[in-house]
């Protein structure tokens, strides 16, 4: 394989706002119930009397940014029935929509969420990282989208070695599952996915 | 009828979603009229690029968020494809002039332009208003129909019985927006204006009562600070996109600038910036305040030497002459003030929620981190007593040492650059009265009792500002009085007449009387709460249907730099949508005065060319309109950050403040002359109505506020499918409230009080004071067959109670009760 390209999002610049799913659905033009990309708010902490007064105790909250993360290990393309799954030599991850029987084995498999059945259409879709956009050497639109630039794209090994190789930030299920072509940088309050500390808040993105 | 019967019943014979629109659009080939002579608006645009060439233009983002970043549209045989950001390269982008990236509002912009709900043509009302029940007319009936009205009205009860109504849903500079409207009533004989806005009354109006005017540091200067300290602001979301608030405040806290962030909610500021978040009960700060300037003052921790050259009323030695003794700050802060209390942090604490040593801590904190921006937003200035907020911020910034200096603050809001332009003329109001924003409905039901005195009503107004000393010279002129109760509204592109306004059932009585308001006309894009309360509908143009010119906003949390951006016509007007200068012009014609209307200005053109002859006058480069239509952006050099009052710290003599006394008023001798408790001349700290400590909680014990919302711009994008599923409404509400009443995250709940009642999904989080619940506003208000609105519009448990001073909105103080449905 010539080079796997890679998401790459700053969590210490999210603010949740999902500019880039808003951006993605816009480019994709995504019907509502369908979001290749999504934001998770992930939050903990409580509230603890202090002689008689309420006061907050190690609430935090941040947001994840997660869209297909064309893994490595593609799981979704090993359980599909018709191979209507694919891996280009870039590592972008593709659904041939006219093999697509819509059996939505590949939203069962993958961890992430990734595929979403379009009902317009009966077939399953997911984030295919732009690639008429990439392969005119522009960036994806979700990238693009960022008012505080927390989002990058490139080859992974280029992306790991500008930010580093962290890859799970909960809510975010084990990397090892699928190995995710992505970089997380943390901040200060990130948990791992293993940490079980906080919970997910917004559920529409469940 | 309900709102969503109405919308399907009168609107639905074409729903278009985007994708069977471009479907249909290249069945027909992009060209064809559609039955019935309708107009789609699938023909390319005159003079666009061949068909399947795909051109990317410069439109704008023009609502009321005060952004106004830079978008860009991909169109392509006269349909939009999508959205792009800046379209500045990357490569040109440059610390001081970042490339104004849209929010999640901006790029949702094409659903908003293809919305189902788009009005189609002109509608009148044929049902009880409000009703919901409406007819399909012509222009040419909808137009002569508001003509007759109009003349009617005026010659029966004269130009005063015509109000134009505060709306921001399209903020563009022009040739469309307000100007063009208010040109065409003015020459009618005119109409009663408004001063004030429902953002910040009480801000604009009590501001120049301490500093003398509105100035902060820009908001990239906020780099330059070690510590900032935001009261009650969420630029993160208020601000989104371009280089606003939001994009600076970021790029400071990535240098490393802490950050701490008074506010009942853990917003995304919070959370973004990874600020120290401090938990205040809604409607205390000027408690914390007060509390704050105690411990510097006993740790003798302030800068003295300013405050004595600087302040006037901070101690005695500074109070203006004629002030009562021990009537300064300092008095009130010790205990020797009118109620003889110590501001202590003990004292403090009781109120506000925040532990005393925290309080102490913080002004410890604030008084030793130099430079240290402290900041307020516009939230905690719309509630009961927002004025004393307004005042109390900028003592801090004084006692600190940050007025004045880079890296600090004047406890204002941040300023920004601004781009001049010309505007539509608009000539003097012939109507001498205008009225506070908010109190509208008491123009309907008591006009001509509204009084200087109690009800703050003013001379002439044609829009926005609220100048410095208004309140007080208008008691110079206590006969003014109206000569007639509100007979003619004109709602432009607003949603104040319900969605926005405080108590929507009451509104909805005040409404629903046609006797009283006879005639309501509204231009808007879409169905909203406001239209449903019509009489005539007209349909507006979206910003990609016509040309405009659009300029960041000078009174934004901005940069220190500007741009002006032409908003191309990219499509055709949607079915029979019309542009605002279309609709002037027809009126003016049939009111007789179209020739004086248009004065020489035969197209669009000639307007804008106008416009940018007033840009060219104070920016020498800016170019041709040719040239700015080809390039579709224009942006200032910019500079240096800006520092707000920097003559006045170095000599108040020579640059004295526009205050009475030249200094920063502490002590307000003209608010002294108003004898008016709740306007007490140095700020203090009122306990609210339906605040923290009103026995009222006994029944309903939960604080609600209405803040904005990321998925939108005030009501603006309501309608947007994309956004709502993004962000759905919902109120949030402590987990320790929810759990006492059985609530769960996602549960559907009853929220509310005397006023009125909301079902809505309960977000049940941490991240907000227990005590306090928050329902962002909005949401298009749609009540079902017992009134309840399903859809939650905080407006329906708001309050018509206005500040005392600005006769403000008071949007954030209310007491509800929750309950799991």
Redesign the interface.
């Known amino acids: 394989m010539a080079k796997q390209l890679a998401f790459y999002v700053d969590i210490?610049?999210?603010?949740?706002?999902?500019?880039c799913?808003?951006?993605c659905?816009?480019?994709s033009?995504?019907?509502?119930?369908v979001?290749w990309r999504k934001v998770f708010q992930y939050?903990?902490?409580?509230?603890v009397d202090?002689?008689g007064?309420?006061?907050?105790s190690s609430?935090?909250?941040?947001?994840v940014s997660s869209a297909c993360m064309h893994c490595k290990k593609p799981i979704c393309m090993d359980v599909c029935p018709t191979s209507a799954i694919s891996k280009r030599n870039d590592g972008i991850v593709l659904i041939n929509a006219d093999m697509c029987i819509g059996c939505r084995y590949c939203s069962w498999a993958c961890p992430y969420g990734a595929p979403q059945f379009n009902e317009?259409l009966n077939v399953m879709t997911k984030c295919d990282m732009c690639q008429d956009l990439v392969d005119k050497g522009e960036r994806p639109?979700c990238v693009?989208?960022?008012?505080?630039r927390a989002m990058d794209f490139g080859p992974l090994d280029e992306i790991r070695e500008k930010y580093g190789t962290f890859a799970d930030p909960a809510p975010l299920p084990d990397p090892a599952i699928t190995e995710p072509a992505v970089v997380y940088k943390p901040?200060?309050?990130t948990k791992s996915s293993r940490s079980g500390d906080g919970r997910l808040?917004n559920?529409?993105e469940l | 009828m309900t709102q969503n019967n109405f919308l399907t019943k009168a609107l639905n014979d074409t729903v278009m979603?985007?994708?069977s629109f471009?479907k249909w659009s290249a069945a027909i080939g992009g060209t064809a009229a559609l039955a019935g002579g309708v107009d789609y608006g699938l023909k390319a645009i005159e003079g666009a690029a061949a068909a399947g060439e795909e051109q990317t233009l410069t439109v704008g983002c023009y609502h009321n968020c005060g952004g106004r970043c830079i978008l860009a549209t991909k169109v392509k045989d006269g349909t939009l494809l999508?959205?792009?950001?800046d379209p500045t390269p990357v490569e040109e982008e440059t610390p001081e002039s970042p490339r104004a990236?849209?929010?999640?509002r901006g790029?949702?912009q094409?659903?908003r332009v293809y919305a189902p709900d788009r009005l189609k043509y002109p509608l009148k009302r044929v049902g009880k208003r409000g009703e919901g029940k409406f007819e399909r007319i012509s222009w040419e009936e909808a137009l002569d129909t508001i003509a007759s009205e109009m003349k009617r009205i005026k010659d029966t009860y004269g130009n005063e019985a015509f109000y134009f109504n505060y709306a921001w849903g399209v903020t563009w500079n022009g040739p469309d927006g307000s100007s063009i409207i208010q040109r065409m009533l003015s020459m009618f004989g005119g109409y009663v204006g408004y001063y004030g806005t429902y953002s910040e009354a009480a801000y604009g109006v009590a501001m120049p009562y301490i500093t003398g005017g509105y100035v902060g540091n820009s908001a990239d200067d906020i780099v330059n600070s070690k510590l900032v300290l935001l009261l009650g602001d969420n630029s993160?979301?208020t601000r989104?996109?371009?280089d606003n608030g939001?994009?600076w405040y970021?790029k400071a806290?990535?240098q490393g600038t802490k950050f701490i962030v008074v506010d009942p909610i853990?917003t995304?500021?919070v959370?973004?910036t990874?600020a120290e978040?401090i938990?205040i009960n809604p409607g205390t700060d000027v408690a914390l305040i007060a509390a704050m300037a105690y411990v510097m003052v006993k740790e003798n921790l302030y800068d003295k030497e300013f405050m004595a050259t600087h302040t006037a009323g901070f101690d005695e030695n500074t109070l203006p002459e004629g002030a009562p003794r021990n009537s300064s700050y300092m008095a009130y802060i010790m205990g020797k003030g009118y109620d003889k209390v110590e501001k202590t942090p003990e004292w403090a604490?009781v109120i506000t929620?925040i532990?005393a040593e925290r309080i102490a801590n913080l002004a410890r904190e604030i008084a030793s981190i130099k430079p240290c921006a402290i900041i307020q937003c516009w939230g905690p200035q719309r509630r009961a007593y927002g004025e004393q907020f307004v005042r109390a911020v900028p003592i801090l910034a004084a006692m600190t040492g940050n007025f004045g200096i880079p890296g600090g603050n004047t406890g204002q809001l941040p300023g920004g650059g601004y781009c001049p332009m010309g505007g539509i003329p608009v000539p003097p109001n012939p109507v001498q009265v205008s009225i506070p924003c908010f109190m509208w409905p008491d123009f309907v039901t008591r006009g001509t009792d509204m009084t200087v005195e109690k009800d703050y009503i003013r001379g002439a107004s044609t829009g926005w500002s609220a100048t410095a000393g208004d309140t007080t010279t208008a008691q110079e002129n206590k006969n003014l009085r109206l000569k007639s109760n509100m007979k003619f509204m004109w709602n432009h592109g607003g949603n104040c007449i319900i969605n926005q306004h405080a108590d929507v059932n009451y509104t909805r009585k005040v409404l629903e009387d046609d006797s009283k308001l006879e005639m309501i006309v509204t231009v808007e894009v879409g169905m909203t709460p406001s239209t449903m309360y019509s009489d005539i509908i007209l349909p507006g143009t979206t910003g990609f249907e016509v040309d405009n010119i659009i300029t960041g906003e000078g009174h934004g949390i901005k940069g220190n730099h500007a741009w002006a951006m032409y908003n191309h016509k990219v499509i055709e007007p949607m079915f029979e949508a019309k542009d605002d200068v279309w609709i002037a012009e027809q009126l003016a014609d049939r009111l007789g005065f179209g020739e004086d209307f248009r004065d020489g200005h035969l197209t669009r053109d000639d307007w804008m060319k106008d416009m940018v002859a007033g840009a060219q006058s104070s920016l020498p480069d800016f170019p041709s309109l040719e040239e700015f239509k080809e390039k579709g952006i224009y942006k200032t050099k910019g500079g240096k950050p800006f520092v707000g009052f920097e003559a006045f710290r170095a000599d108040p003599v020579a640059n004295p403040l526009g205050t009475a006394t030249g200094k920063i008023e502490i002590y307000s001798p003209v608010l002294a002359n108003l004898k008016n408790e709740e306007i007490p001349p140095i700020p203090t700290y009122i306990p609210e109505w339906e605040g923290v400590s009103d026995p009222l909680r006994e029944k309903y014990p939960l604080m609600m506020m209405t803040t904005h919302w990321?998925a939108r711009s005030h009501s603006t994008f309501e309608n947007v499918?994309?956004?709502r599923?993004?962000?759905?409404q919902c109120i949030w509400i402590?987990?320790?409230d929810a759990e006492a009443r059985g609530v769960k995250?996602?549960d559907m709940v009853k929220v509310y009080n005397d006023r009125g009642v909301v079902h809505i999904p309960a977000?049940v989080?941490?991240?907000i004071?227990?005590g306090t619940t928050n329902i962002p506003q909005g949401a298009h208000y749609t009540p079902n067959a017992d009134g309840v609105d399903t859809r939650g519009c905080g407006n329906t448990l708001t309050n018509y109670r206005p500040t005392p001073m600005a006769k403000g909105f008071t949007a954030h103080t209310n007491l509800v009760q929750v309950e799991k449905l």
């Open positions: 210490n610049k999210c603010s949740g706002c999902k500019a799913q808003i951006a659905k816009d480019r033009n995504l019907p509502v119930g979001r939050e903990g902490g409580e509230w202090q002689n007064q309420m006061i907050p609430v935090y909250t941040y947001s317009e639109a693009e989208s960022c008012p505080y901040n200060k309050i808040m559920l529409e | 979603t985007r994708r471009l999508r959205i792009v950001p990236i849209p929010c999640l790029r949702a094409i659903r993160l979301v989104a996109g371009g939001g994009y970021m806290a990535e853990m995304e500021t959370a973004a990874q978040w938990p604490a929620g532990p990321v499918d994309i956004l599923e993004a962000h759905p402590n987990t320790l995250n996602g977000y989080t941490n991240r004071r227990p």
